[in-house]
């Protein structure tokens, strides 16, 4: 496959500059015709923002990193943000606001460098008004902080978005505040278990030592004192999750692998507490304190996720928060759930469509990648009806709302299927079950002990039964599991596969279908195979069809001029250009006419040619010289990857909202036994997904789009491809840079082989809990043990797994 | 020997000073964000200098 996309038959012909130009601001490659001081740049908003930086001298934005920039995108209308002069959306946003200072947190999705960093925090010199900025690059924050009588909310927002950094606004951006407090609790919680852990080592040292016989009795007192005092902030506030968890598991009569350990931790504290004030021992304080500090680690470890990313978004995230809404001649900016049906909206230039609509003023050129994943534009005319998740790419147009936001074509998707509605049914990790059987088993040791004990000494039956329910702790099976887990998410987030939690390696572990969309998903969303059909072109003649494609926005005259531009022309000035919505361009260059379009408009016919291609005609002065063929380029290594997973066993299916024009490349990489569908709406793609379940088929899911969202929810394990991390993603349990996909087999072993390390280091920690055991049921269990088992123990599972997981993730070539 | 209560009373003592420390540390926000601020040290504090340089 690859070997046909490069050659073109038009490789003869001899660059113009030998060497690649590339954007100063933003990298992207580009020809000479756009200079400042001797620097080139893409376009003219790239330059715009150049200029400014200079003005300001805020140059040092290139030397920090190169090319930083974010390509300016689309024109920037100045009436995009005027929503944000409305009061309520303003009181929904600003955090905090006085007379002086107005405090606002922005989520900027497109910072990605230490430049963007430099340049942020300099926003003061940018915009007289803003007194601060500060940015959190994990989480891809900004906190500006501006004098309200000087600027305003807009135009902050103004200026970060003609900068390059849109920020992403919504109102449900409040979620992150209240996850940042939660692990705020955790790292205080393994705060004190550290701290009250350490003491308590240090005052049992004495009594290890003296193996329990300290000249200085009152010592001793003080010392098991001072532990007791201690232990208790471990077992009230650092531990308490686990009774909590444990309680509610009970409660819905489930026995979760906190009760166990809840268990263990009791038992432990009350029998310490009864020998301390009993003065016959010095308790097992520093074995508990410890245990608690190391499973707390380990959910930790396991929990750190990915704060810029985020897997719970609907189309509420999609779409734009305020929009024009036009009555009689008064312009005014609502939000968009103030939308009802019979409102005329005003859509610019590149905005989306929020509501199903009818188009009532202006030529709409339509893309609807964003709803059915085809990628071509769509021409409506007055009286047509469109869809909300449209976007306008033309100029502006004026409509009329059918339906409210919420009962919107794409939006019922959300309306009635109760997929959306619950969370995921979260599958129980296998690792429930075995602490279940191991509790159970615990209990037959302890009751045989407590037989025996009773017929031969019954003094020592409470001290043997509490000591094997305290050194037979079910926590090596959290411990375990956390580690392991948080070492595979480490190693996949290191291989641009970022699951948004732990559970989603035991579903991936158990797939056996695989599902891919194909637009985007499989193709190339920016990218295209071009190929020219028919009289060769002259290079000057090349350089006149690049010259006048380059003035069209269609998507493919981007195409087009994209790749005519790997071969270093220049643009020539173009006269008397015109383009006729959904046919084609044509223009004077170099004193000839230059047509490109469609079949029809170029060779006079009637109609398109149902062809499977897509297909640009070009004509130069009457003449017509033939047609570039535009395929989906798919993506690097997916052929590969389709032959490893057939070869696995997988199922494999492909769902395509496209036509079905790829068919035949598709079978070939496919093979003959996957499913291929297409023309698929997203309802269907979710029904599909819902009857492959039916069949006891476990489903992955690897989608784009919004109009997989369905899909992607439904399967048991949704993966979101996405060719930039700053771009929106759908909702879905991990999100893929589109460069990995060929590694999907990879993953997958990788994530089979979680299950058997966690396993192996279930097997080595039983038979540490048979020698532990063996000490406990015949009374003879010191402190001393405990202290050097458990840690032991615990350090020698967290050693295993981490060196076990990292080392068949290099196997696996991860 | 009483010496050693003494000695235990004030390591505790100190030590009890750096968990309230820690917990001051994390309350001002030193862990929400534990990358920023390594790049922004790095950056120089006068802008103005480099664009000198350049025109």
């Known amino acids: 496959m690859e070997t046909i996309e490069t050659i073109k038959p038009v490789k003869q012909f001899k660059p113009v500059i030998k060497e690649d130009t590339h954007c100063y601001h933003c990298g992207e490659s580009c020809d000479h015709s756009i200079c400042s001081e001797d620097k080139y740049f893409c376009c003219e908003g790239c330059k715009f923002v150049f200029e400014l930086l200079q003005e300001n001298g805020l140059c040092n934005y290139y030397d920090l990193s190169n090319t930083p920039g974010i390509k300016v995108k689309g024109k920037f209308t100045t009436d995009k943000y005027a929503y944000l002069e409305n009061p309520d959306i303003q009181g929904k946003l600003v955090r905090f606001s006085d007379e002086k200072q107005t405090h606002v947190n922005f989520y900027l999705p497109q910072m990605h460098c230490a430049s963007c960093i430099w340049l942020l925090e300099n926003l003061h010199t940018l915009q007289k008004g803003i007194l601060y900025a500060k940015t959190n690059f994990q989480r891809k924050e900004i906190f500006v902080a501006y004098d309200p009588s000087l600027t305003s909310l807009r135009k902050v927002v103004e200026l970060l978005a003609f900068i390059g950094y849109e920020p992403y606004i919504s109102f449900d951006s409040n979620e992150k505040k209240i996850t940042k407090k939660v692990n705020r609790q955790k790292i205080f919680k393994i705060g004190v278990a550290g701290f009250c852990f350490s003491n308590i080592m240090m005052l049992s040292f004495p009594e290890y030592f003296s193996s329990g016989h300290i000249d200085e009795g009152y010592l001793r007192v003080i010392f098991t004192y001072l532990s007791l005092f201690l232990s208790l902030p471990v077992i009230f506030y650092s531990a308490a999750e686990f009774f909590v968890s444990a309680w509610k598991g009970i409660r819905q009569r489930w026995l979760n692998i906190d009760a166990p350990i809840a268990l263990a931790l009791a038992v432990t504290f009350a029998r310490s507490l009864y020998e301390v004030v009993s003065g016959t021992g010095p308790g097992y304080f520093d074995s508990l304190s410890g245990i608690v500090l190391f499973m707390l680690v380990g959910r930790w470890f396991q929990d750190k996720t990915y704060d810029s990313f985020s897997f719970d978004r609907d189309y509420k995230s999609y779409f734009p928060l305020g929009v024009t809404r036009v009555n009689g001649q008064e312009e005014s900016a609502v939000t968009i759930n103030e939308l009802k049906k019979g409102d005329r909206i005003l859509v610019r230039g590149s905005e989306m469509i929020p509501a199903d609509a009818v188009l009532m003023k202006g030529e709409a050129s339509i893309d609807y990648s964003f709803v059915s994943g085809e990628n071509s534009l769509v021409e409506k005319r007055k009286g047509e009806l469109i869809y909300a998740g449209a976007r306008q790419m033309g100029g502006s147009i004026e409509l009329e709302v059918v339906h409210p936001v919420s009962q919107s074509y794409i939006t019922q998707l959300w309306n009635n299927n109760e997929v959306f509605e619950n969370n995921k049914n979260v599958e129980k990790s296998f690792i429930h079950p075995w602490s279940k059987y191991f509790t159970l088993g615990l209990f037959a040791v302890a009751a045989i002990t407590a037989l025996y004990w009773w017929r031969m000494d019954s003094s020592k039956l409470l001290p043997a039964v509490t000591a094997a329910l305290i050194v037979a702790c079910p926590c090596f099976l959290l411990l375990a599991a956390t580690f392991t887990y948080g070492n595979m998410l480490r190693i996949y987030g290191r291989n641009k596969l970022y699951l948004k939690n732990a559970s989603v390696i035991e579903t991936l572990a158990k797939i056996n279908t695989i599902v891919f969309d194909k637009t985007g998903t499989l193709t190339h969303t920016s990218e295209a195979s071009v190929r020219f059909q028919g009289e060769i072109l002259k290079p000057e003649e090349e350089q006149a069809v690049y010259s006048l494609s380059k003035q069209s926005v269609h998507p493919l005259s981007r195409l087009l001029t994209r790749d005519l531009l790997k071969n270093k022309v220049e643009p020539l000035p173009v006269t008397g250009f015109a383009e006729k919505a959904g046919k084609g361009i044509e223009g004077v260059v170099n004193g000839k006419k230059v047509r490109i379009g469609s079949g029809a408009y170029i060779r006079g016919e009637e109609q398109d040619a149902p062809g499977d291609m897509t297909e640009v005609w070009i004509s130069i002065e009457g003449q017509i010289r033939g047609c570039f063929t535009i395929n989906n380029r798919y993506r690097d290594g997916i052929h590969q990857m389709a032959e490893q997973l057939e070869k696995r066993r997988f199922r494999l299916h492909v769902l395509s909202g496209d036509n079905p024009s790829e068919k035949m490349n598709l079978r070939r990489i496919f093979g003959q036994e996957a499913s291929l569908l297409f023309n698929q709406s997203p309802q269907d793609k979710l029904d599909y997904i819902q009857s492959l379940q039916q069949q006891t088929s476990r489903v992955l899911m690897l989608g784009d789009g919004l109009n997989d969202a369905g899909a992607l929810k439904q399967s048991d394990a949704g993966i979101a491809v996405t060719e930039n991390s700053s771009q929106f993603t759908p909702a879905s349990d991990a999100i893929l840079d589109s460069s990995q996909i060929g590694r999907m087999d990879a993953f997958i072993r990788y994530a089979q082989s979680g299950k058997q390390i966690v396993m192996t280091s279930f097997i080595i920690s039983i038979l540490y809990n048979i020698v532990g055991l063996s000490f406990a049921v015949q009374a003879s269990l010191s402190p001393l043990v405990a202290a050097i088992l458990m840690p032991i123990s615990s350090i020698s599972i967290v050693t295993f797994v981490t060196i076990a997981s990292s080392f068949s993730a290099k196997r696996k070539g991860l | ?55």
């Open chain 2, 1 to 55: 020997m009483s010496v050693l209560v003494i000695l235990i009373a004030l390591s505790v003592i100190v030590a009890g000073i750096f968990l309230i420390a820690f917990i001051w540390s994390v309350k001002k926000g030193q862990y929400d964000d534990d990358y920023t601020p390594s790049v922004r040290m790095l950056f120089d504090d006068n802008p103005k200098k480099s664009d000198d340089t350049i025109s």
